[in-house]
């Protein structure tokens, strides 16, 4: 799993639950997708005068500085977005800044801001192995929010059919390996605590999804077989118009899979949060 995506994930996770109960008991620095990197800065950017350069200000050092910022400033939920920008983004999915666009939606009760992430390595050699600056930029403010609703059901049935047809295809090219790394993520949508094996187990509040969110975003992280070398992607198959078709066909429900599961964020606590507590005076 990209790591980029990985962080987005945990943001909104984590970020849903503070904006519901009010504190994080959770340490972002001990999450393995947090610990290369030097700074995770969410910033806003702006103009000073219509043809000048736009100033980023920084809101806060950290995903709990800003999850209380936002809860400041009456955001209701965090949702995950994604926009393609070509037909083949599984071909670019394992490299910084390819695979497409994974945007964070901050909503409000009358509009929605997007932020996205931009990761720039900023010491290859840093002792402590912390080699990543990563900046969240609010890149479009005050648009309408954008209420797109899943069946998951029917995603993890898409899932499912396209983990059996890329299995048959990768043992009919003798690719034993990649063929039984499919069945084990077709396996995960059946599995009752699909989350045991995976090294991403704390990505977010698991008691706050369903079982069959957890199923869905656990398999999709273990089918995310799009990197550089000696990845699926890697020319391992003879036949590349049938594994261009299928992996293609796999990214975009893996993608799906990863959106819907994020989304579906329902909280299972049954005191009543400090929003709600506020709304009620």
């Not at 947090?34 to 000048?52: A, E, P, R, T």
């Not at 998951?152 to 499912?160: A, D, N, P, Q, S």
């Not at 059946?190 to 008691?207: A, C």
């Amino acid at each position: 799993m990209n790591d980029i995506i990985a962080q987005v994930i945990a943001i909104i996770g984590y970020g849903n639950d503070y904006l519901q109960v009010g504190n994080l008991l959770y340490d972002f620095d001990s999450n393995c997708i947090f610990q290369y990197c030097k700074s995770v800065d969410f910033i806003y950017q702006k103009k000073k005068g219509l043809f000048s350069k736009k100033v980023e200000m920084l809101i806060a050092d950290s995903p709990t500085g800003w999850f209380k910022y936002l809860n400041e400033k009456g955001c209701l939920k965090l949702r995950l977005h994604f926009k393609s920008q070509r037909p083949d983004d599984y071909m670019t999915a394992g490299f910084v800044g390819g695979g497409g666009i994974w945007l964070i939606e901050t909503v409000f009760e009358d509009h929605s801001d997007f932020w996205n992430a931009e990761w720039s390595s900023i010491n290859q050699n840093a002792p402590d192995n912390k080699i990543w600056q990563v900046k969240y930029k609010c890149i479009s403010k005050d648009r309408p929010t954008i209420d797109k609703q899943y069946d998951l059901l029917e995603i993890k049935t898409r899932l499912k059919n396209s983990l059996t047809r890329i299995e048959s295809f990768a043992l009919e090219e003798n690719l034993e390996y990649w063929g039984k790394l499919f069945e084990s993520a077709r396996r995960l949508l059946d599995e009752k605590n699909p989350y045991k094996d995976s090294y991403l187990q704390d990505i977010l509040p698991k008691n706050n999804y369903s079982i069959d969110a957890l199923q869905l975003l656990f398999a999709a992280f273990s089918s995310f077989v799009f990197g550089g070398m000696r990845s699926w992607n890697d020319g391992v198959a003879k036949n590349h118009k049938k594994h261009k078709e299928l992996s293609k066909i796999l990214y975009e429900d893996i993608v799906d899979a990863i959106v819907s599961a994020v989304n579906s964020f329902c909280l299972l606590y049954t005191s009543p949060s400090p929003r709600d507590m506020r709304r009620s005076r």
